[in-house]
């Protein structure tokens, strides 16, 4: 067990210093292709009695060219970028440079859309970092994930391919569970404690997980104490702790 705990601090602590170098070995193609959003699309509530969560979208004018854009990128990156974070084990990290700055972009669009306030936190003009990856599912990769909350003030998860709405359904602790539809974004409080139910065939998902310094600076979303101090990072904004 100690020596699991060892591997994983040491991981961690050359994350961003190897996710800047296997950053920067991607195929200059990559970075000036563009991803276009939709620009007017509806907004739905998921009714729940003590959540606010909307339902979004379509969000891409042409999914196809989205996946494949993702799926080409994937098959060129070094395997740290195809483990999106703790948990998944199958996926893409999109740095922010690739498919010209699309992260910052699709940051500055969900900003624009004026989408209600999912939590008293912080307001969507208070977001101000990303971090965006996709997640993998399916019979050979990851078939769910276990409980959690997201490190990130608000989340925004696309789904970009599914072989029906209920697989891979996001699940609430009190019972419910969102259809996961294509081309259509759920959008929550990233504290609300969620998991995601078995995916029988493959499922795609794109996921922003919109931060916020105000909220970092003030207290740590992960312990929930005050960081002492801010550690720069050298890979995207790291954390979303910005000085
Ligand atoms: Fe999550």
Redesign the pocket.
Known sequence: MVEKLDRERGRRLSLDRDLKNASDGIAKKYLSEEIQLVVALTVEKIEHKSYQIYRVGPVFTNLGDVISKINQLRMEVPPILQKPNSMNNFGLILPDKVFSYFNSKIRKWAQEQQFPTLTPRCSWDEIDSQKVFCVQYGPSMDKSLGW?F?DSEL?MSICLDNSGDENGQLLLEDGTMINQMKNYAILHDSLLI?SAGISKNNRLNL?CWFRSSKVRKSHCPMCNGQPEELVPSNFDTGGGFLK
């Open positions: 959690h997201d989340t969620h996921i």
